[in-house]
């Protein structure tokens, strides 16, 4: 498969000197905490969905190797990525797609027992509602935000207020219920909204700190390699397109 994308991103990084390091925590902290989960990121770093790793199962595993079904490549790539231990995050950006398409995946695999359930709940209901598969009361349902008794009340609140002519987003209905926060609200949908936007990172534009010549020279070498990659698949895109036209003009 492509090489570590992120890994090699974070590797640059982290060789950077501790005085930028330091500045670049520091607007870090202050952006996440504009989206008001700079302590939940500390506190819960095995509860985000991106730096999950799935696990495959023997069945998984079955078609991945074999390609029974003849199901999508993007599916057997996903698979193939998991095996071989990269996270949701990794997946996504070693394989061009945004994190709500991998979420898809991730979802389908699971319906197909192809991996594992995650363990963690709150991975889980991300998962489904970055996918569309869980709506916003469902998420907080099965993450353990909310009761199932709170749900339906909410449910019930929100068609009450439809009969009178006035309608609200389930999640501000929520709020307003005081059963979830208004800051929590807004981050979940700033961040299914980033979920749909890809992001490639540029390997042109990562800065570099100062490394010993074998090293960088490591470094140029697997750039060099990355760089082709990209230039394959858009070319390949392009060509995909000129069919596309071609069929349709």
């Known amino acids: 498969m492509k090489k570590n994308i992120f890994n090699l991103f974070l590797s640059k990084l982290l060789e950077y000197p501790l005085w930028v390091k330091q500045v670049v925590y520091l607007k870090l902290f202050q952006n996440m905490r504009n989206y008001h989960c700079e302590r939940y990121v500390a506190a819960n770093p095995n509860k985000l969905f991106s730096t999950y790793v799935p696990t495959v199962t023997f069945i998984g595993k079955t078609e991945m190797w074999n390609k029974i079904s003849g199901l999508d490549t993007n599916i057997y790539n996903f698979l193939t990525l998991c095996y071989e ?78 009969d009178r002519m006035e309608h609200k987003l389930f999640g501000k ?69 000129d069919i596309v036209k071609d069929k349709y003009d």
């Open 85 to 162: 231990g990269y996270s949701i995050l990794e997946i996504s950006l070693n394989t061009f797609l945004s994190m709500e398409e991998v979420a898809k995946h991730c979802i389908f695999c699971i319906e197909q027992n192809y991996i594992e359930v995650p363990d963690n709940t709150e991975v889980f209901a991300m998962a489904g509602f970055i996918a569309g598969k869980f709506k916003t009361g469902e998420y907080y349902r099965i993450n353990g935000a909310i009761t199932i008794d709170q749900l339906d009340y909410a449910i019930m609140e929100q068609r009450r207020l439809d």
């Open 173 to 241: 209905v929520l709020v307003d219920l005081g059963f979830v926060t208004e800051e929590n609200v807004k981050t979940l949908f700033i961040l299914k909204n980033d979920a749909r936007r890809r992001f490639i990172l540029d390997s042109d534009k990562m800065a570099t700190a100062q490394l010993p010549d074998q090293e960088r020279a490591d470094y140029d070498k697997e750039i060099e390699e990355l760089k082709k990659e990209n230039k394959a698949l858009k070319q390949r895109l392009m060509q995909l397109l």
